[in-house]
């Protein structure tokens, strides 16, 4: 590739929003890419919310948005939104879950922007994840 291919590459990368998605289910990151990419947005999956939180500390600029599961073997989605915001305040995060509601974190002093029901629907990530994006922080 040569190094205007490359230059020109790189830069629809860095206007692409960055998403990271959070799930122990390998089968449901490969749904949200298969749903999200299509839209522009640059997607980066882990099956391990630790090692989802040391990209993020270590991630200049942060992603757009993290999408994560609540019911996950090392550390729940709960506590992955609280991390995540506590680092970068104002961080947007979706919060899905098929084995809770909503409850989870009503009266918590740190919340996801959206929470959504699994299961969901295509369009329902597709449209929560444009809302997210279009929101100010």
């Known amino acids: ?3 205007s291919k490359k230059a020109a590459n ?3 990368q860095k206007t692409r929003p960055l998403i990271y998605v959070v799930d122990d289910e390998p089968m449901l990151l490969e749904l949200a890419v298969l749903v999200l990419e299509p839209f522009g947005y640059q997607l980066q999956t882990f099956r391990d919310p630790e090692a989802a939180m040391q990209s993020f500390t ?11 599961d609540y019911a996950m ?5 709960m506590d992955l939104v609280k991390r995540c915001k506590q680092l970068q305040p104002g961080q947007k995060v979706i919060l899905i879950s098929g084995t809770v509601g909503q ?11 959206r929470f959504l029901a699994k299961p969901y629907e295509a369009k329902q990530l597709v449209d929560m994840v444009k809302a997210v ?3 100010k922080v």
């Open 58 to 68: 270590a991630a200049n600029p942060r992603p757009a948005i993290v999408i994560t």
């Open 1 to 3: 590739m040569s190094d």
């Open 103 to 113: 409850e989870i974190f009503r009266g918590e002093s740190v919340t996801p922007d």
């Open 73 to 77: 073997l090392r550390l729940n989605g």
């Open 133 to 135: 994006l279009a929101e």
């Open 10 to 12: 790189q830069s629809r």
